[in-house]
């Protein structure tokens, strides 16, 4: 701070394309995942004089984005995207919004024309802050070089405070030439964004007390549980311990709680388990935290857990009351709120209402001998959810580090329900935007951080058609990725859909003209495989595991399976759809709840 | 049955003190049209050139927890220094100018001066033909003022939309 602005340009005075490396690098950058075009050439010349940050060269700047997610949430760390003016940032969008809706750091850096040209239409030029303004938490668009450094840095501040989410800085070329000062990073705090992250001790207390004297009490964690690091997690299983409560996790928050354990209720929401839909509904005092009642989550809002006093721990003020009015909100970071609520668990003096809790828990091991999850592997067809219950239990018998990305659709529900996952950041879906094409280039960005590890994308053969050029990618970089594809030769959700609610007229949802995915995998230098035997599938499993390199593995499942249990949109959680053979409310679908999505 | 605090309508007038900087505007006018809030009015300009500070004056209205909505989305927005609901802080001002043009001859020009008068509207413009008048106060007033114009001539009208700001001495910095 005390140096003036002569003495650094003095000190440190360099061309626009090395102030970005130079700020990439001192804010931990190892990777970045990109594709060039003339807008960015500078940075790419600069990426060829140094050696400090690896360049992942992507095969659509869609997929750089995604990869950048893969890498930020296994890793914790800010994930960086560098692509092309124009068609380069437009191809990005679909990505930023990806990271926006599930609140991943991303920073992507955009080429654009120079200054001079910006609003001329000029070649490639795209407005591109217009454009990503509503897709980013926050966007730049650096018109003087003395300003690039310092918005380099507020970049990965805004990326990662508060509840982190992506950032587009848009870098003319003139700018990526001219030669500025290199200023480090601040040590003022922001001017104007300063989340709050220390929970408020009276809304803590207020919390704490209702837990104890709750009858019927849940605890429903989401991804800001994940996002707020490992620490938090942990804090959250002791907390649950402790208070001896049930706990259920979000698609997001999945890994939050260990999977295995009694406590835990399962995922709840659309397709989330009878026990967590039927403990939400008939809860009295439900703690939240950092989840956002998402429709996926509540469906009928007027019907959502109706007697239940209801606590949100959000570091986001906005996602307070923002769907679902509550009783006492903290706003904090999810793992100093899980600190502050096991201290005054333990200081305050109030009585835990244990005899009802005993109760509840009775009433909840009532719910789960519905066994809502079981299906019957039988005859010669590979049932989906068997392929995943075989996928997790021979990995988990493997013991290797895993990472488990999905796509969207049928298979990413299964791969939720049935793949126990035991620790956060090693499950990556696509869930606020539901992005086809995700889990294969997430999968890639996971694997770049985690080189030793074991990474599957588990797939549906429509949604793996969306980004399968990385398989080039995979390929480059030796990126031993598994795909693990349930191909159901359906956009399998698409039917389920069409099955309930449009009199089975499978409109346009039927995988026609589907490659042939072994020579597929072939041709982009993997190892193709095939299974449709039921008695293979574990060998198929476990060759799969074995070979070093990317395979493509294609199993052949029950073309025409649904997923169950399922909550129709707009029903109540009390009026779930069981699978075929188990007793249940089965909701007829009004008129209202065809609307939805 | 919904609960009439849930579905009730109130105004607000809101208060936002924001970086004054490219792409602000767009920002709070996007989220309002992106998540479907109300703008009944929105005023910006700069009010601290040394500081570079903008204050934006919204007039929305909606339900209570949207109108919380609102705040809470504006104050996360990164270049947005202080929000603030000027309904509920207690008593304010709020303000409007209005240009208004009445184009009318003979008896007509008289009882537009006459109007005009009664409503402290200053003449700002004047030919043979028309006058430009000059109006502030709250909206309402300036809304009188143009339907009793309506049938005198009543030509043009240009209004700021509403500015606002806290009686007594505390304030939004
Ligand atoms: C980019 C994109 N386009 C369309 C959709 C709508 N959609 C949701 S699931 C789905 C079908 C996915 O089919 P597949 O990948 O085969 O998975 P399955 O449901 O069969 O397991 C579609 C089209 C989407 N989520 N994303
Ligand atoms: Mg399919």
Redesign the pocket.
């Known amino acids: 701070m005390s140096a003036s602005p002569e003495t650094l340009a003095a000190t440190r005075t360099m061309n626009g394309a090395e102030i970005v490396l130079q700020a990439l690098k001192d804010n931990g950058v190892e990777v970045i995942f990109g594709y060039p075009g003339g807008a960015v050439l500078p940075l790419y010349d600069a990426i060829f004089h140094q050696n400090a940050i690896r360049h992942i060269l992507v095969r659509h700047e869609q997929a750089a984005v995604h990869a950048a997610e893969g890498y930020a949430r296994s890793t914790g760390k800010v994930g960086v995207v560098l692509v092309t003016s124009g068609p380069g940032a437009t191809n990005a969008v679909?990505g930023l919004v990806d990271a926006l809706m599930d609140s991943i750091p991303v920073i992507c850096l955009t080429g654009q024309v120079p200054t001079h040209l910006i609003g001329n239409d000029a070649f490639q030029e795209a407005d591109t802050t217009g454009i990503t303004r509503p897709a980013t938490k926050h966007n730049y668009l650096v018109k003087d070089i003395n300003k690039l450094a310092g918005v380099m840095h507020e970049a990965f501040y805004v990326a990662k405070s508060g509840r982190p989410g992506p950032v587009v800085v848009d870098l003319p070329k003139d700018i990526l030439i001219g030669k500025g000062p290199y200023t480090e990073a601040p040590t003022t705090p922001h001017r104007s964004y300063r989340p709050k992250t220390r929970p408020e001790p009276q809304a803590i207390q207020a919390a704490v007390r209702l837990l104890k004297g709750a009858k019927r009490p849940i605890v429903y964690a989401g991804g800001g549980v994940i996002n707020a690091g490992p620490e938090a997690s942990r804090l959250l299983t002791e907390f649950v311990r402790l208070s001896g409560m049930p706990c259920t996790n979000t698609l997001m928050g999945l890994g939050a709680y260990p999977a295995e354990d009694r406590q835990f209720l399962g995922m709840l929401g659309m397709h989330g388990t009878y026990e967590a839909n039927l403990a939400m509904h008939g809860c009295d005092v439900m703690l939240n935290i950092g989840a956002r009642f998402d429709d996926r989550v509540t469906g009928r809002l007027n019907a959502f857990s109706p007697a239940s006093k209801k606590i949100h721990a959000d570091i986001d003020p906005s996602s307070i009351n923002k769907s679902v009015p509550v009783d006492v909100a903290i706003i904090g970071d999810a793992a100093a709120t899980l600190a502050a609520l096991l201290e005054c668990w333990q200081q305050d003096p109030t009585p835990q209402d244990r005899p009802a809790l005993a109760g509840w828990w009775r009433q909840i091991e009532e719910w789960r001998k519905t066994n809502c999850l079981q299906y019957r592997q039988e005859g010669a067809i590979i049932k989906?959810q068997h392929a995943v219950k075989r996928l997790y239990e021979i990995t988990r018998e493997l013991g290797r580090e895993t990472f488990i990305s999905t796509?969207?659709?049928?298979?990413?529900m299964w791969a939720a329900q049935y793949f126990g996952f035991q620790q956060p950041n090693h499950w990556l879906t696509s869930g606020g935007l539901?992005?086809?094409?995700y889990g294969l280039p997430a999968a890639m960005g996971v694997q770049v951080a985690h080189p030793d590890a074991l990474v599957i994308d588990i797939?549906?053969?429509?949604?793996?058609l969306?980004n399968i050029q990385e398989m080039a990618t995979l390929a480059q970089y030796r990126l031993p990725v598994k795909v693990f594809i349930?191909n159901?030769e359906?956009?399998?959700?698409?039917?389920q859909w069409q099955e309930l609610l449009h009199g089975s007229r499978y409109s346009e949802?039927y995988?026609a003209a589907l490659p042939d995915f072994v020579k597929l995998a072939e041709s982009f230098h993997a190892r193709g495989m095939r299974v449709s035997d039921p008695n293979q599938l574990d060998a198929a499993i476990r060759e799969m595991i074995a070979h070093p390199g990317a395979v493509i593995m294609d199993v052949l499942v029950e073309k025409e399976e649904s997923c169950f249990p399922m909550i129709p949109s707009g029903a109540a959680h009390n009026e779930m759809i069981l699978g075929p053979g188990q007793a249940g409310g089965v909701a007829g679908v009004t008129d209202e709840g065809k609307v939805l999505v | 049955m919904p609960n009439p605090s849930e579905t009730a309508l109130r105004n607000a007038t809101i208060a936002v003190l924001v970086e004054n900087e490219a792409g602000i505007l767009a920002r709070v006018v996007g989220l309002f049209s992106g998540r479907g809030y109300n703008i009944e009015s929105l005023t910006v300009a700069p009010v601290d050139d040394a500081r570079r500070l903008s204050r934006i004056t919204i007039v929305t209205s909606g339900t209570e927890m949207v109108i919380e909505q609102i705040k809470a989305q504006l104050d996360r927005l990164v270049p947005v220094h202080k929000v603030s609901d000027l309904t509920l802080e207690g008593p304010h001002l709020a303000r409007e100018l209005a240009l208004i043009k009445v184009v009318s001859r003979g008896e007509n020009r008289v009882e537009a001066l006459r109007l005009a008068e009664a409503f402290r509207a200053r003449v700002v413009d004047a030919t043979t033909e028309s006058f430009v008048f000059e109006l502030t106060g709250a909206g309402d007033k300036i809304d009188a003022f143009c339907a009793l114009m309506q049938p005198i001539g009543l030509a043009e009208v240009s209004r700021t939309g509403v500015v606002a700001i806290l009686r007594g001495p505390s304030g939004l910095s």
């Open positions: 679909t989906p796509e969207v659709g049928q298979h990413q539901g992005t086809m094409g797939a549906g053969e429509a949604s793996i969306m349930l159901n359906y956009m399998g959700m698409v039917r949802s995988s």
